[in-house]
């Protein structure tokens, strides 16, 4: 396979992993419940659209903003491993770090707020990726798990009646295990690199 189209195929897995909108589907479908297919298309829209918007501006600019506050990226690997770690957690054992409760009536903090689309681990991801395959490529990558991840959400109905609520709360779990799995290999590297 050409390593161009292999690194864009890992890149897109993996930001659509970090993502993971099946553990948004239960909250976007209690916020679209009742609500009008132009309704549902359009939350989703302004979920992807915030969380998109987040993840080209750190695309973009994440070097400057680490050279004005002084951080490495071996530092910044370390922390956003942690907090994917735990997110990662969240999601296997069906536990909650935070306050999500205070948000739960608003869709934007619901389904794009930090998180459980564009949270700090998906940034660390996107730092990682642009770093090692460079800014076009995961350009493209961010572009390829956005539309995958406004599908998923669009059609969360077709999905929730095809497969069941068991079905997906186990595939959110088992996308919780690559999560962390992911967060051990960003902390090992950014371990080595302060080393």
Do not use: W
Request: charged residues 10%; negative net charge; glycine residues 10%.
């Amino acid at each position: 396979m050409d390593p161009a189209l292999s690194a864009l195929l890992y890149s897109s897995f993996t930001l659509f992993i970090i993502l993971d909108p099946l553990l948004s589907i239960p909250l976007f479908l209690e916020m679209t419940k009742e609500k009008t297919a132009e309704f549902v298309s359009h939350q989703a829209g302004i979920a992807i659209g915030v969380a998109g918007a987040l993840m080209y501006l750190f695309l973009l600019f994440n070097f400057v903003i680490f050279d004005t506050l002084g951080i490495t990226v071996a530092s910044f690997q370390v922390a956003g491993g942690i907090i994917l770690f735990l997110l990662g957690m969240e999601q296997v054992l069906g536990i909650t770090v935070g306050d999500m409760k205070a948000c739960k009536d608003n869709a934007a903090c619901v389904v794009i707020g930090t998180p459980l689309l564009c949270g700090p681990g998906t940034l660390t991801t996107v730092l990682l990726l642009s770093r090692d395959h460079g800014l076009l490529l995961v350009g493209v990558a961010i572009a390829v798990a956005l539309i995958a991840t406004f599908l998923v959400l669009r059609y969360s109905r077709v999905l929730q009646r095809l497969v069941g609520d068991l079905v997906i709360e186990i595939m959110a779990k088992v996308l919780g295990m690559f999560v962390a799995a992911i967060a051990v290999k960003i902390i090992a590297q950014g371990i080595t690199g302060l080393l």
